[in-house]
Antibody, heavy 117, light 107 residues
Framework: QVQLQESGPGLVKPSETLSLTCTVS????????WSWIRQTPGKGLEWIGY???????KYNPSLKSRVTISVDTSKNEFSLRLSSVTAADTAVYYC???????????WGQGTRVTVSS | EIVLTQSPDTLSLSPGERATLSCRASQSVPGNYVAWYQQKPGQAPRLLIYGASSRATGIPDRVSGSGSGTDFTLTISRLEPEDFAVYYCQQHGRSPTFGGGTKVEIK
């Protein structure tokens, strides 16, 4: 059974960069696509982007200018960097693995990130 | 961007009743690629349905999905106590987007 676990700071200052890592266990990161998704009370669920083990990425156009998603196959983990954060980036951030198409078959438990000085 | 609108916002039903949830897309969803998720408080969403009508592993057959084009439906034929939760649709035919959710609450 594939399991995903997010890790990273729970508090980030405005204008700084949010960095999170997702560690994958129970399966190799060397297949499928791996995504970041966030959830806020106001905007609901929002897909941020995905990375493939080859390094290929695709981002939500609304966040593309601020997002970088990368993969480290040696550690079986992938990461999210979101720059120039504001209070609007306060959310629960989930990592997820896609199924045969761009739906999300496995999810991490989520990590809450607050943007505040 | 394909915008998904779910209705109703809240559905108040009793255990044993049938739940019918709607998801309408702003444009036709390529491949009818719509997924449905269940989310309970403090938990991540759980995949129920993908490709409009394919059940995910371990999902009981009282849960079914249907639809095509712009109109999709999630049906739970007989509500069990564990079915009371929030449900989201998501299109996976283009850059993924989610609906705003329908809460199924106990009447």
């Amino acid at each position: 059974q594939v399991q995903l676990q997010e890790s990273g700071p729970g508090l980030v200052k405005p204008s700084e960069t949010l960095s999170l890592t997702c560690t994958v266990s129970g399966g190799s990161i060397g297949t499928f696509y791996w995504s970041w998704i966030r959830q806020t009370p106001g905007k609901g669920l929002e897909w941020i982007g995905y990375v493939h083990h080859s390094g290929n990425t695709k981002y939500n156009p609304s966040l593309k200018s601020r997002v970088t998603i990368s993969v480290d196959t040696s550690k079986n983990e992938f990461s999210l960097r979101l720059s120039s954060v504001t209070a609007a980036d306060t959310a629960v951030y989930y990592c997820a693995r896609e199924g045969s198409s761009e739906y999300f078959q496995y999810w991490g438990q989520g990590t809450r990130v607050t943007v505040s000085s | 961007e394909i915008v998904l609108t779910q209705s109703p916002d809240t559905l108040s039903l009793s255990p044993g009743e049938r739940a019918t949830l709607s998801c309408r897309a702003s444009q036709s969803v390529p491949g009818n690629y719509v997924a449905w998720y269940q989310q309970k408080p403090g938990q991540a969403p759980r995949l129920l349905i993908y490709g409009a009508s394919s059940r995910a592993t371990g999902i009981p057959d009282r849960v079914s999905g249907s639809g095509s084009g712009t109109d999709f439906t999630l049906t739970i034929s007989r509500l069990e106590p564990e079915d009371f939760a929030v449900y989201y649709c998501q299109q996976h035919g283009r850059s993924p987007t989610f609906g705003g959710g329908t809460k199924v609450e106990i009447k």
